[in-house]
């Protein structure tokens, strides 16, 4: 036998058990990709059985996928998912699951690993962590133990660096896995393969060629029953400092030496020690804060909340490649539609030799990577149009991940992250540093939104692109915020 591999979900009654981790774990299984001799165990406060829990999370995947669902899969699947009652702070508890763990894993010969999964609330992140290592759940003495931590990964700089230092009491950074969905993502992973194993973009892809990059990670969804949640936490703290910095990060750094782990976290954390930081003046330059109409009516929202839903940045990296290129970005509860997207916008030629309209300029090509929902890839260019003398139109070359993998299914983030801690590939995990450089960026601009003298709280129309001062930030020689997916 080849040992065995425990996966354990603290906060396993929650949402993202039954949404996510679950049924990305069955497809890994369906697809032969779980390791020999493995369990999953659920733990949380709720007292039910084994039986109750599996028919609870079966039950949750009929009503939220019914189409995806194999029943046979399924009865092979579920007898070796597990529950067990237990509280988070209580040392005892901590213990009793070591000893069940090690009954399973004392009737197989050979390593005995662990993925301690936390999808559990911020608050107990430490104190998790904490009994794990007190109750000798995390040493490496016989099989590897890895931690998934969500985000948030602390609310600013200093919370982050005190998690960090309290997460590595108990354990080597080598052992956590701090994840973020969007790096998951088909698209998401597919920036590095465009860039690097394609010789035609890299040449370009710099300050000579490009004029800007566009960022947008908008949703069309309000905050409804998280409101309470989000009034203390805001567009910046749930999108900006992880999931869109991330992206940022992938279409600027440099190529790294290898594909391996540590190789490409360290060009992102030079990346983001390159992000050119804040000053008050600049956060009220360079910076959109918006509230979408109505926000403050809904429930556990306080009547003057400055909180904001949207957020637009002008971001400057100070190296080599992108010196005096604007990086924009922006993010946004209640807006137009559900979309995230890059795009990289290159110049335009710097003589124009077809007439053209008085103050009309021609359209710069642009390049666009959709992240979600319909992953793909585009590029527009100009063409003339026939039977004109020099009329042009600009056109696009389109590939999307349906139409070329349609026999392909594209999985979901998590699946993807899942195996990857598995197999202790952390490409696609951020690191401690690179957490802590990307809370230094963004907490001066929340200093200065959250000060007693704050930049101007805009409001838009839910359903729109977020507010105007947004498109003026973007403003200059004629380009505007566009949409190329």
């Keep these: 036998m080849s040992g065995t591999t425990s996966i354990v979900i603290f906060g396993a009654s929650g949402d993202l058990t039954r949404r996510k981790l679950i049924p990305s774990l069955l497809n890994l299984f369906c697809k032969g990709r779980m390791p020999e001799n493995w369990?999953?165990?659920?733990?949380?406060?709720?007292?039910?059985?084994?039986?109750?829990f599996r028919?609870?999370?079966?039950?949750?995947m009929l009503a939220l996928a019914p189409e995806k669902f194999n029943d046979e899969h399924w009865q092979v699947f579920a007898p070796h998912i597990g529950y067990q009652s237990g509280d988070l702070s209580n040392i005892e508890d901590f213990r009793g699951l070591d000893a069940r763990l090690a009954e399973y894993e004392e009737r197989y010969d050979g390593p005995a690993n662990r993925l301690y999964y936390l999808s559990v609330a911020p608050r107990l992140y430490e104190v998790t962590i904490t009994n794990l290592g007190e109750a000798g759940m995390v040493n490496e003495n016989n099989g590897w133990r890895r931690a998934v931590i969500e985000k948030p990964f602390g609310r600013d700089l200093p919370s982050a660096r005190a998690l960090n230092?309290?997460?590595?009491?108990?354990l080597n950074e080598s052992q956590i896995y701090r994840i973020d969905h969007y790096l998951g993502k088909e698209t998401v992973q597919n920036i590095l393969v465009f860039r690097f194993a394609n010789s035609l973009f890299e040449p370009v892809w710099n300050?000579?060629?490009?004029?800007?990059?566009q960022i947008t990670a908008a949703e069309s969804v309000d905050v409804a029953h998280r409101a309470g949640y989000y009034d203390g936490v805001g567009v910046v703290r749930d999108m900006v400092q992880n999931h869109v910095l991330q992206l940022l990060s992938l279409v600027a750094i440099e190529p790294p030496a290898s594909f391996?782990?540590?190789?490409?976290?360290?060009?992102?954390?030079k990346l983001f020690s390159s992000l050119r930081p804040f000053e008050p003046d600049d956060v009220r330059k360079y910076t959109v804060r918006g509230q979408y109409r109505g926000y403050r009516d809904c429930t556990g929202v306080t009547a003057d909340s400055q909180t904001p839903t949207f957020a637009a940045f002008r971001l400057y990296i100070d190296n080599w490649r992108w010196q005096g290129v604007p990086f924009f970005v922006r993010s946004g509860k209640a807006m137009t539609e559900k979309t995230t997207e890059i795009g990289i916008v290159f110049k335009?030629?710097?003589?124009?030799?077809?007439?053209?309209?008085?103050?009309?300029?021609?359209r710069a090509n642009r390049l666009s990577m959709c992240i979600q929902p319909d992953e793909g890839i585009h590029f527009s260019f100009q063409a003339k149009v026939p039977d004109t003398a020099a009329e042009m139109r600009e056109v696009k070359m389109n590939f999307n991940y349906?139409?070329?993998f349609d026999e392909l299914a594209i999985p979901d983030a998590y699946e993807r992250l899942l195996v990857d801690v598995l197999k202790g590939d952390a490409s696609l995990f951020t690191r401690g540093d690179a957490i802590?450089?990307?809370?230094?960026?963004?907490?001066?601009?929340?200093?200065?939104w959250e000060s007693d003298n704050p930049p101007p709280l805009h409001t838009y129309e839910i359903g729109s692109w977020g507010p105007e001062a947004a498109e003026k930030l973007i403003d200059h020689d004629g380009y505007v915020w566009t949409m190329g997916c």
């Excluded at 369990?39 to 109750?52: A, H, P, Y």
């Excluded at 335009?348 to 021609?362: A, D, K, T, V």
């Design 436 to 448: 802590e450089l990307a809370w230094k960026l963004v907490d001066k601009i929340l200093e200065c």
């Design 207 to 213: 300050r000579n060629y490009i004029d800007h990059v």
């Design 165 to 170: 230092k309290a997460v590595h009491k108990a």
């Design 39 to 52: 369990q999953i165990i659920g733990v949380s406060r709720t007292k039910i059985s084994n039986e109750e």
């Design 55 to 60: 028919t609870g999370l079966k039950e949750s």
């Design 348 to 362: 335009r030629p710097p003589h124009l030799m077809f007439p053209l309209p008085p103050q009309q300029h021609i």
């Design 260 to 269: 391996e782990a540590d190789a490409l976290r360290n060009e992102k954390v």
């Design 402 to 404: 349906t139409d070329t």
